[in-house]
Every structure is written in structure tokens, then in C-alpha cells.
């Protein structure tokens, strides 16, 4: 059975950083592409952060800069290091997982919230 597991969100300050990380089971990193999602009260999911299956990576305008997505492969898991977090951050943090063969992410972890306060 497929799982994405998120964890580390939390509360914190404008500034601050947080670690969100993302176990994954039966998904491998060489055939998936894995995104972080994040979705604000009253706002529609964006996406934040990708990296390819070939471990290439890609971020939204907003985070460029602050935010790297990487992933372990013996751990099978996939980080979200933000730093220099904003207000305009928080939001429920998702993991997802792509097949490299599709166009849909077909895998989704249950979230995690992020809050930073001013």
C-alpha cells in the first residue's frame, strides 16, 4: 500500500524556519516525481516546490530562494527546508508523488500545517 506521511509543521515566527519531511513507502524516487502542495484558508492548492525523478527541481515564484526540496533515497523521504518564513506561508503543507509516466499526481500524504505568525 502506497503512503506519504508529512510531518514537522508547527507554529512559528516571521523568519523563522522549518523542516517539513515526508516518508513515503512502495513509491520510488527513480519513477516518480514528488511536489510539495500547500493550500491557505479560502485559496486554491499551488504548488511550492518539485523534484524530478531525475532530481532536477523547480519552485514557485514566491519561494524561490527560501525553500529547497531535496529527497534521501535510503530513507525514502522527501524534505521542505523553508527559511525566511512570511505570514503569506501558512497554510496545510502536502506531499504528492507523480508517475513519470502520467500527468496527474496520483499519491497524496494527509498534510501538515504550517503557521507563522507576525
Known amino acids: 500500500q502506497v503512503q506519504l506521511v508529512e510531518s514537522g509543521g508547527g507554529l512559528v515566527q516571521a523568519g523563522g524556519s522549518l523542516r517539513l519531511s515526508c516518508e513515503v513507502s512502495r513509491i520510488a524516487f527513480s519513477n516518480h516525481a514528488m511536489s510539495w502542495y500547500r493550500q491557505a484558508p479560502g485559496k486554491q492548492r499551488e504548488v511550492v516546490a518539485t523534484?524530478?525523478?531525475?532530481?532536477?527541481?523547480n519552485y514557485a515564484d514566491s519561494v524561490k530562494g527560501r525553500f529547497t526540496i531535496s529527497r534521501d533515497i535510503p530513507k525514502n523521504t522527501v524534505y521542505l527546508q523553508m527559511n525566511s518564513l512570511k505570514p503569506d506561508d501558512t497554510a496545510v503543507y502536502y506531499c504528492?508523488?507523480?508517475?513519470?509516466?502520467?500527468?496527474?499526481?496520483?499519491?497524496w500524504g494527509q498534510g501538515t500545517q504550517v503557521t507563522v505568525s507576525s
Open positions: 523534484i524530478a525523478s531525475a532530481g532536477s527541481t
Open positions: 504528492a508523488a507523480r508517475p513519470v509516466y502520467s500527468g496527474n499526481y496520483r499519491y
